[in-house]
């Protein structure tokens, strides 16, 4: 396992953009999976977009074309660029990585409040 830590939230008005970072205390290259998650208030957390060793990216739905994932093994650090911001991303976004053992390793999470 290893400790995440996210950052790059903040107050954004709709149509806005964010960038967020989720650096990892160890490698990332091993690992299976890493994802961005969000968790709003009164709704279960959600998978919004994950990337695989080989580099293989998947989206939710509703952030498909407006969200990257990416990720730079030499930082140990994955991004998540979020153009178009709309109310309804408003959450807490939470990094997780998967490693071969299937540990899964979660981050604090950091806020994204976007204004309409």
């Known amino acids: 396992q290893v400790d995440l830590v996210e950052s790059g939230g903040g107050l954004v008005q709709f149509g806005g953009s964010l960038r967020l970072s989720c650096a990892a205390s160890?490698?990332?290259?091993?690992?299976?999976?890493m994802g961005w998650n969000r968790e709003a208030p009164g709704k279960e957390r959600e998978l919004v977009a994950s990337?695989?060793?080989?580099?293989?990216?998947s989206y939710a739905e509703s952030v498909k074309g407006r969200f990257t994932i990416s990720r730079d093994n030499a930082k140990n650090t994955v991004y998540l660029q979020m153009n178009d911001l709309k109310p309804e991303d408003t959450a807490v976004y939470y990094c997780?990585?998967?490693?071969?053992?299937?540990?899964?390793?979660w981050g604090q999470g950091t806020q994204v409040t976007v204004s309409s």
């Open positions: 990337i695989i060793r080989d580099g293989t990216t």
């Open positions: 997780h990585a998967a490693d071969p053992f299937l540990q899964i390793s």
């Open positions: 160890g490698s990332i290259e091993s690992m299976n999976t």
